[in-house]
């Protein structure tokens, strides 16, 4: 069987745990990344991902929220104690790891603790094409995808997002068409939060004739909330549900994305994504 050692990333990239969320953020953005190791000195002490981020914006405003991202530490926001994996593991057994917990990464670990890759959902998506197995997208992919409308504001997209346990929203028109994808990536990266790690809202004109027949006047509205359309990203890519998934998969790594929503006869039926690929390999062990 594969081993870790032969998929893994390194060198990998690091941050300590002190450095600011805002430093991490652009380490990320730099570098099209999704996750970083925390270390303490030479220990490794954490992980921080763009799901940390993001989440962030969902919950409620405690102290250190106050303080603008270039001030807050890494150390408050990171996952502490990562589960970690020796590079002789086999491929199936980073999956089966990753599956059963939910991530969609490993720091890889030798005897004495020093730390020599990480190994990501993305490789295991390199490594289920190279064993092209014959399974359609309809026998991998998740059902019950959530969905916003275009013009639902950011709260409402991260509410929906921590209720349902989801990655991912697929972004729709009025007529459930699929229009664009949200997910954590463009949570934490496109900017969306402002120097507090609030929210932003967006400027808009608007126009109103000061009489029946007067001039147009304008004025700008302030504070008017990010949508979903805002941020999502478009056009989008899709797949169907009798697609060989190895050829589905081809395109996850082709255009480095993470999932493709399953549209049959104009209507979205599931979503095929990394974690699925990861539950699969997880199937081989």
Request: proline share 5%.
């Amino acid at each position: 069987m594969s081993k870790v050692k032969d998929y893994m990333q390194s060198p990998v990239y690091v941050i300590d745990k002190e450095e600011p969320v805002q430093r991490a953020r652009n380490l990320m953005l730099k570098h099209y990344i999704s996750r970083l190791l925390v270390m303490d000195g030479e220990k490794l002490a954490g992980i921080v991902t763009k799901h940390d981020i993001s989440h962030r914006l969902s919950q409620a405003a405690p102290e250190w929220r106050r303080r603008p991202i270039s001030k807050v530490p890494i150390r408050l926001v990171m996952t502490d104690r990562p589960i970690t994996i020796y590079p002789g593991a086999t491929v199936e057994q980073a999956a089966e790891i990753m599956d059963e917990n939910g991530i969609d990464g490993l720091p890889v670990e030798r005897d004495g603790g020093e730390i020599v890759g990480i190994i990501t959902s993305r490789d295991l998506l390199s490594y289920f094409v190279e064993k092209n197995p014959d399974s359609k997208v309809s026998d991998l992919m998740s059902q019950g995808v959530v969905s916003v409308h275009r013009h639902h504001t950011l709260d409402h997209v991260l509410e929906e997002m921590v209720e349902n346990g989801v990655d991912r929203v697929v972004v729709c028109e009025d007529n459930a068409t699929p229009v664009g994808v949200i997910t954590h990536t463009n949570l934490a990266i496109s900017g969306v939060s402002d120097a507090k790690d609030e929210l932003k809202g967006k400027s808009i004109k608007m126009a109103r004739k000061e009489s029946t027949a007067g001039r147009k006047g304008y004025r700008y509205v302030k504070e008017v909330p990010l949508v979903a359309e805002d941020i999502m990203s478009y056009p989008i890519l899709f797949t169907n549900s009798e697609v060989k998934a190895v050829d589905a998969a081809k395109i996850l790594l082709d255009k480095e994305i993470c999932g493709l929503p399953v549209v049959d006869d104009e209507r979205v039926v599931g979503f095929f994504s990394t974690r699925d690929i990861t539950a699969e390999v997880a199937r081989w062990s």
